[in-house]
């Protein structure tokens, strides 16, 4: 089974503090649309150094989901993107879909 | 404390803030989404503590700790492990923390921190005590002003409307009061443990029960002014 995102690093650092897991996800619902279109848009563009960049921030956001193998994955896929490798970008764009999607269901 | 964290990610700050809330004494008095606003913001206010982000576009976390001058103590926040082992090579570098922050390990950091200004605090002290060593105090006897350094005095004693000052080599009995030469003395040596008493902690030679040994003298400790004598002591 896929690797499905959830709310458990959240909670934890909430210690029960419904007022700051609102206002979190509120920001992660920000910050993620636009990490993710500023990503696909340097890599059309081919500018991978700075698609490297977006992935090391959105790699942050996937621990904070619980995605602990999408987060490995994002380490690797930094790594080769300095290096001018791009093969890990389907898999990567997959974990990216279903991070969008739990973002717009727990909307 | 007070402390400012640095990071251009929304999501991160709003973490280590959280975070934060779990050091009672710790207020975060600001954040930036960049360190150059940082530094400007350092130019004229002080803090005790910055959690740093080392990646950040244009000016980094790296790139700030090269430029500051004297900076605070730092932790560093990143989600890239490799520049922890060329961190520690800071000596204002206190931890290291790997995003995403788990509360367990902050825990761990706030201990660290702790250490660490528990370190400063007393490096603080020593050295306060350390300049007081050559300052001195004039005392008037029969008309002589007499120089006393007070890192040679070991303690006053209230005399009805005179005090004895004890130092190494001699008594002075000077007409005076204890508050009056409290209020000459430095804080960082001197301590009153009883309301006849004033005492130069530094000398002490041992504490017993409810007194206090400074070379042969034995000077009683009143139960209000204890706790403060043993909040000065770097207990083991």
């Known amino acids: 089974m896929t690797e499905q995102p959830n709310l458990d690093y959240i909670k934890e650092i909430s210690g029960g503090n419904e007022d700051f897991e609102k206002k979190f996800l509120t920001i992660i619902q920000t910050e993620f649309p636009k990490e993710k279109s500023d990503y696909i848009e340097n890599l059309e563009r081919s500018d991978l150094e700075e698609s490297a960049k977006i992935v090391h921030k959105i790699k942050h956001k996937l621990g904070i989901l619980g995605l602990t193998g999408g987060y490995k994955l994002a380490v690797k896929y930094e790594e080769d993107l300095k290096h001018g490798d791009t093969k890990l970008k389907e898999e990567f764009y997959q974990i990216l879909q279903s991070v969008e999607e739990f973002i717009l269901k727990i909307a | 404390m007070r402390c400012i964290i640095v990071d251009d990610e929304v999501s991160a700050r709003a973490i280590v803030l959280e975070l934060c809330k779990t050091i009672p004494d710790l207020e975060v008095v600001a954040e930036f989404p960049n360190a150059l606003e940082a530094l400007k913001f350092l130019k004229h206010t002080q803090v005790d503590l910055i959690f740093l982000d080392i990646h950040m576009p244009k000016f ?160 009683p400790i009143s139960r209000s002014n204890r706790p403060e004598l043993m909040q000065r002591l770097n207990l083991l």
Not at chain 2, 106 to 124: G, I, V
Not at chain 2, 154 to 183: F, W
Not at chain 2, 192 to 217: K, M
């Open chain 2, 60 to 219: 980094t976390g790296v790139d700030f700790i090269e430029t500051a001058k004297d900076p605070p103590k730092i932790v560093l926040t990143t989600s890239d492990k490799n520049f922890a082992i060329e961190a520690y090579g800071y000596d204002f570098v206190i931890d290291y923390l790997v995003k995403p922050i788990t509360a367990e390990r902050f825990q761990t950091c706030k201990a660290r921190l702790e250490r660490a200004f528990q370190t400063s605090k007393l490096e603080h002290v020593e050295n306060s005590i350390a300049q007081t060593e050559d300052e001195d105090l004039y005392i008037n006897i029969d008309r002589r002003l007499i120089k006393l350094k007070f890192g040679e005095i070991q303690l006053i004693e209230a005399q009805g409307d005179y005090i004895e000052i004890q130092t190494q080599q001699k008594r002075y009995r000077v007409h005076s009061t204890l508050k009056k030469i409290k209020e000459k003395l430095p804080e960082s040596r001197f301590l009153q443990i009883h309301r006849s008493f004033i005492i130069n902690f530094t000398q002490i030679i041992d504490i017993q029960d409810n007194s206090v040994l400074i070379e042969r003298n034995v000077i």
